[in-house]
């Protein structure tokens, strides 16, 4: 990958990788805001791809999502690894030494809307290993 474009699609997966985890949370977009010290827009932003966060707020989402920042970047990896092989299986195995990135080929193939889909696909996928249980909060 190259560039901004870069940034903007790993932006993508990893703000739909901590959608994923405070949905599977049960926890609102505020309440998560609130845990990190972030406004809700904030987050909204992150989540949709608009964002992403620094190094300081992205171990404070790991925290409140109850997961390490490992954990998460691993993830993203996955779900881009993901994305990419179904990007190829779309467009067919000629398409691999190409030199341009593969989420080109999607854009190209499906557009913003069939990349974001294809995103939200590879990330249920990506996070197929259970997320621990919510730690009982202390009163």
Avoid: C
Wanted: net charge positive; aromatic share 6%.
């Amino acid at each position: 990958m190259s560039g901004e474009n870069e940034a903007f699609v790993y932006a993508l997966v990893l703000g739909r990788v901590l959608a994923s985890l405070r949905e599977r949370r049960g926890m609102s977009q505020g309440e998560l805001a609130r845990r990190v010290g972030i406004t809700q827009s904030t987050l909204s932003r992150m989540e949709r791809g608009h964002g992403q966060p620094d190094a300081f707020t992205l171990k404070k989402l790991a925290e409140s999502l109850e997961v390490t920042v490992a954990e998460l970047t691993t993830w993203v990896d996955k779900a881009l690894e993901r994305s990419r092989q179904a990007t190829l299986g779309a467009i067919g195995p000629s398409a691999e030494p190409s030199e341009k990135p593969w989420w080109q080929a999607a854009l190209k193939v499906a557009g913003a809307a069939g990349l974001a889909g294809l995103v939200a696909f590879a990330v249920s996928a990506a996070l197929d290993k259970p997320v621990k249980a919510p730690r009982p909060r202390k009163k």
